[in-house]
């Protein structure tokens, strides 16, 4: 009797997860949409640029601390979002959570506090850092687009922790060249590069699989275009398609909050070998993806991966144990594997890029 409902159970979580599936709109491109995504830069922003916050910036969320220690950023979400786009959201959360000392918790009655709105025709944006009161993450989700994303919604939480983007840094011109012939005069604030003393990279080599960094076509005239080109050759099809944080991207942060602890190591803030690529022409903490010539410039190669995550972890975890995995992951003709590969301990193969070159 258990079983069967149990069963029930599952059935009505596959329909539900397909309805949500169904009515998914196509990905909004970050490095297309009109007016960028740091609300300072917008029209009638504010034209101050930062690789990252200063040391010690007012606009650090270090105004709230929890009971043991860890820095707070309160929250409420306004915009509607469905199952799936939740899960998305709070597992970018857990992810930040996991590698720092922030926090996020539902606001209680903090003055400032995080507003994660969901609103027609407004694409993906928020402010770099903690202004005072209200300050809008804004997702757009619906059936014609998306922002919710887990790489998005990363790349859009750094910058309400904290963080520019990678190809602003004053160092830049010894990494990538930007082409502003091939971009819309409009969008070359979007390029402008911080002069050193103005910029905090806290040390940190220059990362070109930083999920800050922007895409090779990044606001270009044309898709067909390079608005950024890299000086290693290899790293070309690289910006703008990884899927996740960097480990430089983490110790950004860590530094700018003094973490303690730091994608789970004792963090003293001094240099450490992330594996970016910076002043030396090799990463030394993990290997290079070998990307095949290219007569023409706008396709990724694509790389066989076989490592595999669930796609709706609450759920998985809470349906799945040691005891019941044989089977529960059997179910459906092993549909069960493809939703929640990790958990089943299966192993998943498919194609979408670089990206497990760069899962933090």
Known sequence: MRRLLLVQVLLIGFVLISLVQSKRGKRID???????????????????????LPRGSAF??????????????????????????????????????????????????????????NQYYQGCFTSVGRLPGQN?????????????????VIHEMFHTIGLWHEHMRYDRDDFIKVHSENIDPMYHSQ??????????????????????????????????LVSMET?????????????????????????????????????????????SQGSEQTPKAAPLPKIPKEPEMPLIPKVERKTCEDKFSVFCQATIG??????????????????????CGAEASFSDGFDQYFAV
């Open 30 to 52: 970050l490095y297309q949409q009109r007016g960028g995504d740091i609300l300072q830069i917008r029209p009638n922003g504010r034209q101050v640029m930062y690789n990252s």
């Open 191 to 224: 390029f402008a590069k911080v002069p050193k003393g103005e910029s905090d990279t806290f040390g940190v080599k220059y990362d070109y699989r930083s999920v800050m960094h922007y895409a090779k076509n990044a606001f270009a005239r044309s898709t067909q």
């Open 136 to 152: 809008v993450l804004m997702l757009e989700a619906n059936k014609q687009a998306t922002c919710v994303e887990h790489d998005i």
């Open 60 to 117: 650090r969320w270090t105004k709230y601390r929890s009971a043991d220690g860890y820095y707070v950023i309160p929250y409420i979400t306004t915009g509607l979002f469905d199952l799936e786009e939740k899960m998305i959201i709070q597992n970018a959360m857990k992810k930040i959570e996991e590698n720092s000392c922030i926090r996020f918790r539902k606001r209680r009655f903090e003055p400032d506090y995080v507003d994660i709105q």
């Open 231 to 275: 000086l290693d050759k290899r790293f070309q099809n690289v910006i703008g398609k990884v899927k996740d944080a960097s480990p430089s991207d983490y110790r950004k942060i860590c530094t700018l909050y003094e973490c303690k602890v730091c994608r789970g190591d004792i963090f003293s803030g001094k240099a450490l070998d992330d594996g």
């Open 322 to 343: 040691e005891r019941s995995r044989g089977f529960m992951c059997e179910m459906f003709n092993g549909s069960m594997k493809t939703w929640c590969c990790e958990s």
